[in-house]
């Protein structure tokens, strides 16, 4: 995966989590799910960013 498609997964976990925290709670099972997919797609963009 590229750095381009990292950052436009990374945008659209992020902002699907807000929006579905404001739509209940941040401690929502879906919304800890999604914010535990964002931390995997931020740590692989972390690792590709310090190879180059």
Not at 30 to 48: A, G, M, P, Y
């Amino acid at each position: 995966m590229g750095r381009a498609e990292l950052l436009k997964q990374i945008e659209e976990h992020r902002s699907r989590m807000v929006q579905l925290a404001l739509q209940s709670s941040f401690a929502n099972e879906r919304v800890v799910q999604i914010s535990c997919e964002l931390d995997n797609l931020l740590n692989t963009f972390q690792h590709k960013a310090e190879k180059q």
